[in-house]
């Protein structure tokens, strides 16, 4: 028991304490720094944060807008126009029928072929028409040999009437039958005139400047009285009738212009007036026709071609426009949100004629071309809003910078 308890109770030899001594204090040394660092640098990170944030407080939000956010404005011209659809003819046309009964001899002009009014077209044969007239002329001449022997006859009898070689009555008998001769002999000239135009007619002309559209007959058929032998057409001027309704027709004027498209014509505006207005409505639809004069000297158009356009109701100047989507109404007041120095101000307007379906109005006052303005709804931008604009990104385009062919003022 003595010497257990002498060997617990002995003593830790002063070399081992010693030997640990160093390491111990070298932990305890660097874990004091370590803390020190941690703690300097959680001050300075929450220093750097504060001031941060001072600084975001004192610098005021920008609103980064994207190109189709804004638009420039521009000058141009604003219509409202009354959508009209139809389908094109010439305004000069003609069907040429035969004026004779005979064959058909020869057709010198195809379809399609430009003639000058009259030229030769057709030829029809003159046979029988040359025997009707020989006959007529013979016919003239028997009357022509009466005429003067009934003359003869009246000198006679007007000296045997001094004479008193014959009544009155048998004078006056003579007197009526060259009377009748006369009348006669005018009756068979008029006969002869007949029979030449008839063959004067058997050689077709063309009754105006035009396009042959259609031959009926050819070579070798018989044509008939009033036969449809061809037809023809003048491109030079055209007619759109285009169908409106009554409700609508009030607004409509003659002088009035029309812009229209033609299908197959991608790039290509035509242009017409009003020229006439039927006075009656069609019976089911209630629409009333409206005739569109249309110039086509370059023979562009043809006939049957469909067009789809509008009557110009209303047009202004040059001036201002900008979408309808840019106008904000502050307490009765039209304004819009315009960019000025990297800022949003806003720019109260006059507004003049505008189009609801082109989405764009003119500007009477209050706006120059160039301004820049905001053309939707952004949710944070206001008067003094500082805003930053994309670069090298153009603006918004207008919604419509042509001719529009489905509105309505």
Excluded: C
Aim: hydrophobic letters at 45%.
């Amino acid at each position: 028991m003595k010497n257990d308890f002498q060997i617990a109770q002995a003593p830790i030899p002063t070399r081992r304490v010693k030997r640990w001594l160093p390491p111990l204090a070298g932990l305890i040394l660097v874990g004091a720094i370590g803390g020190a660092w941690l703690m300097l640098h959680a001050n300075a990170s929450a220093t750097t944060a504060k001031a941060d944030a001072a600084d975001a407080a004192k610098k005021p939000e920008v609103q980064e807008l994207s190109s189709s956010d804004f638009t420039t404005v521009e000058a141009r011209e604003l219509s409202v126009n009354l959508p009209i659809s139809g389908a094109l003819a010439p305004l000069s046309q003609a069907t040429v029928k035969s004026k004779v009964a005979a064959g058909v001899l020869e057709t010198l002009v195809p379809e399609g072929v430009k003639v000058g009014r009259g030229q030769v077209v057709m030829r029809l044969d003159t046979g029988d028409l040359q025997a009707r007239l020989v006959t007529q002329q013979a016919t003239q001449e028997d009357a022509k040999a009466k005429l003067e022997l009934a003359i003869k006859n009246h000198e006679t009898n007007q000296t045997l009437l001094r004479q008193k070689f014959i009544s009155q009555t048998a004078y006056d008998t003579a007197e009526n039958n060259v009377d009748i001769a006369r009348a006669a002999l005018k009756s068979t000239v008029s006969q002869v005139e007949i029979a030449r135009r008839a063959l004067d007619d058997a050689t077709v002309r063309a009754p105006i400047d035009g396009i042959i559209s259609k031959r009926f007959v050819q070579p070798g058929e018989k044509a008939s009285l009033d036969t449809p032998l061809f037809a023809m057409v003048d491109l030079r001027q055209m007619v759109l009738e285009a169908q409106v309704p009554a409700s609508e027709i009030p607004r409509v004027k003659e002088g009035q212009n029309v812009i229209f498209d033609v299908e197959g014509f991608d790039n290509r505006h035509f242009n017409g007036k009003v020229a006439r207005i039927n006075p009656t409505a069609e019976a089911g639809s209630r629409a009333m026709t409206v005739y569109i004069a249309v110039n086509n000297e370059d023979g562009a158009l043809r006939g049957g071609m469909f067009a789809k356009g509008g009557i110009t109701l209303e047009k202004s100047t040059v001036t201002p426009l900008i979408p309808l989507s840019a106008i904000r109404d502050d307490h009765g007041v039209s304004t819009v949100y315009k960019i000025e120095n990297n800022k949003v101000v806003v720019q109260p307007i006059k507004l003049g004629l505008r189009n609801e379906d082109e989405g764009m109005v003119a500007i009477s006052s209050g706006l120059m071309v160039g301004a820049q303005v905001i053309v939707v709804k952004l949710d944070g931008v206001k008067a003094g809003t500082a805003v930053k604009l994309p670069q090298n990104a153009q603006p918004a385009p207008p919604p419509h910078s042509g001719p529009s062919f489905a509105l309505k003022g």
